[in-house]
């Protein structure tokens, strides 16, 4: 019960196999008390049962773009906690689907405005409204991937978004550390969520992790949870301004050894 009587915000369930909610049940575990966002109405009838199972609060309607919508959760989110909260995860991307294929080269620069928006701004303007409430200090999570600093086939803009937002996230423990208050991100292996499924190439993509990572095996909700607990923890009140990588050590090979699934077929 590490986190007993701490609470946080949490940004970016989508359902049940969201990472968000991977690592909303690890906190819960914990003894921490989570509040919860929806974006439509769609998405309330997903969230809303994952948030009263684990005795969480709905404190809106949140569509990142939307200064409205986001002054009216964080608002929600302080008459909940009575002003105060510990952490915050931020779980949030978005690129059309549409250019998530072909080149890179073709991004159109509508996609490119709203991509970098949705999946890097957010962060910067989440953690804004969440540091005046973050008043003993606190710790800030948001998700990112490989192809951030890799090219990943079909992943185009995404990772152009993602190599932003983990520059923000430096700049972001830099501007805060003199608060107490932590910024790191979690690289997540590929996993089979919404989100992932909007990759052309997702299905291979999991089957490569699995086969060329030095643990041989896809991620789980359960590892990403647990690496979001420890960041979120005090266990890890020395690491700020950090991406931890959470893919079965596969952004640690150059070149994978391409004969070893014959070898461990045979």
């Known amino acids: 019960m590490m986190l007993k009587g701490k609470k946080g ?18 906190l819960h575990d914990a003894g921490a008390e989570l509040a919860f966002t929806y974006q439509g109405a769609a998405f309330e009838k997903r969230v ?80 804004r409204r969440a540091v005046p409430m973050m008043k003993k200090g606190g710790s800030v999570i948001t ?19 993602k190599a932003a937002l983990e520059a923000s996230v430096r700049y972001l423990a830099n501007d805060l550390g003199p608060d107490n208050i932590r ?21 291979a993509m999991y089957s490569f992790n699995a086969t060329y990572s030095p643990l041989g095996r896809s991620m789980t909700l359960d590892d990403i949870g647990g690496a979001g607990l420890f960041l979120l923890s005090d266990l890890s009140s020395g690491i700020t301004g950090e991406t931890l990588y959470v893919d079965a050590g596969y952004h640690n090979i150059g070149v994978p050894d391409l004969t070893r699934e014959k070898r461990e077929e045979g």
Request: one cysteine or more; glycine letters at 8%; proline letters at 2%.
């Open 9 to 26: 915000l949490v940004i970016g369930v989508a359902n049940d196999h969201s990472i968000a909610w991977g690592i909303s049940k690890a």
């Open 48 to 127: 809303r049962p994952l948030a009263e199972s684990i005795g969480g609060h709905i404190v809106g309607d949140c569509d990142v773009t939307q200064s409205a919508m986001l002054d009216n959760v964080f608002s929600k989110t302080a008459d909940i906690f009575s002003g105060e909260f510990d952490f915050l995860v931020h779980s949030v991307a978005y690129s059309d689907k549409s250019e998530l294929k072909g080149k890179y080269l073709d991004t159109s620069r509508e996609n490119f405005l709203n991509s970098m928006d949705i999946s890097c701004y957010s962060l910067v303007d989440v953690t």
């Open 183 to 203: 910024v790191n991100a979690i690289s997540a292996g590929p996993m089979r969520t919404l989100a992932g499924s909007a990759i052309g190439s997702a299905r």
């Open 143 to 161: 998700l990112t991937y490989l192809g951030a600093e890799r090219i990943v086939p079909n992943y185009n803009v995404m990772g152009v978004a």
